[in-house]
């Protein structure tokens, strides 16, 4: 697939991608908020280009225009797979060299100048309203080097792990959109003697993960068969869960995280449609534990073969060192299963829902999705670009990068999914 427009050879945004994000740029005017696609090095204004007749060759199409300018993808979403997989595949016609729409953009100079824009030059927001998140922990090399660290080898997974996803419900007014900076949290963490103090966290921490937008609901009551969970999800992000893991260790018995985990998530801006990651499909890693009958599988890739990578700027320098390597397949579950359990007592979900997949971890040193695996526990500290870290300082700032390879090279990436840690809040003022 070529196109005609220009795309850098190592682009995320290649033909074979068209991921949907919602963006404002200088030409928006007071209109606003509206639905792109990223393509290459430029993002393309949806509401810009359906005005123009740009979908006149999509019948089914035109009577949901109005979703392109919404300020959230929520309505498009809405629409289902079916009508996304024909607005992705008529948008890769309209960029294909020689394609069969090239009078839409190709050969209308005017159109392409108002409605093509560099990414360098729009405003990425949170592709989605998010009404409800939930983080899941399927991570199982993640969760056996935490287990060591906490409990030793021999009982490192707990009983529960390979029956059934393990789960949390987050907070889903502290999610954020790439680029967003995050600050230090406060909560209870525990002094040299153990006794819980007021203060902000010394082990702030990253979260390697893949999220999952849903694309419709289900009635209360009423579970998500796994044959039918598919038709669930819209597309996927990266997840960076920010997690203060000395306010974890002191809260999280019994019921599990919570001030650890609220105070901010971070979502890569542009959505990578689930029909985009079907050439990519792989197997996970095996599970020795016969499922019970709602979640057993027959689908024999039921993972996708994504490429994931931690880089650090200490201090907020221009140096990127980049700390860790992990891959997608690196789960014990898949999405369709993590969705078919969350509402197997009959817990309604909506489009726009957000789950998480958990920290993404390899099984070798250097693919560890989390400061706590990679430096033991804040024992053994790291190096990057000649500054050591345990876990991080303020002024750091953590990239995630995801993308795939197809046979002919082509690359499907997710984009950055960034953030910048700042001080911690004083009685309203900050400290630096």
Known sequence: ??????????????????????????????????????????????????????????????????????PTLNAFASLGRPIHRLVREYLQKVFLKNGPYRELLQDNRELRSVSLIKLTSVQNYLPMHIGDYTDFYVGKHHAYNVGVLFRGPATALQPNYAHLPVGYHGRASSIVVSGTSVRRPWGQILDADNAPIYHPSKRLDIELELGAFLCKGNPLGTPVSLAEAEDFLFGYVLLNDWSARDIQAWEYVPLGPFIAKN??????AWVVLAD??????????????????????????????????????????????????????????????????????????????????GTISGPKSGTEGSLLELTNGGTKPFQASGVERRFLEDGDEVVLRGWCIDSNGHRLGFGECKGQILSAWVQGVTLE
Request: net charge negative; proline share 6%.
């Open 1 to 70: 697939m070529e196109s005609w427009l220009d795309i850098p050879a190592q682009s995320d945004f290649s033909l074979i991608n068209i991921p949907f994000g919602v963006i404002t740029h200088a030409n928006a005017g007071a209109s606003g908020r509206r639905v792109a696609v990223a393509i290459g090095d430029k993002a393309l204004d949806l509401a810009v280009f359906s005005a123009s007749q740009g979908f006149s060759y999509l019948p089914a199409i035109q009577p949901y225009l109005h979703v392109f300018h919404e």
């Open 263 to 268: 105070f901010a998530s971070t979502v890569s």
């Open 276 to 357: 985009a990651l079907e050439p990519f499909r792989t197997e996970g890693i095996p599970n020795e534990v016969e499922c019970l009958s709602y979640l057993k599988s027959d689908v024999n890739k039921a993972m996708f073969d994504i490429n994931l990578e931690i880089s650090l700027h200490p201090n907020g320098t221009a140096s990127e060192a980049v700390i860790s390597h992990s891959n997608s397949r690196n789960m014990l579950w898949s999405f369709p299963q993590m969705l078919t359990h969350h509402t197997v007592g009959g817990c309604p979900m909506n489009a726009g829902d957000l789950i998480g997949s």
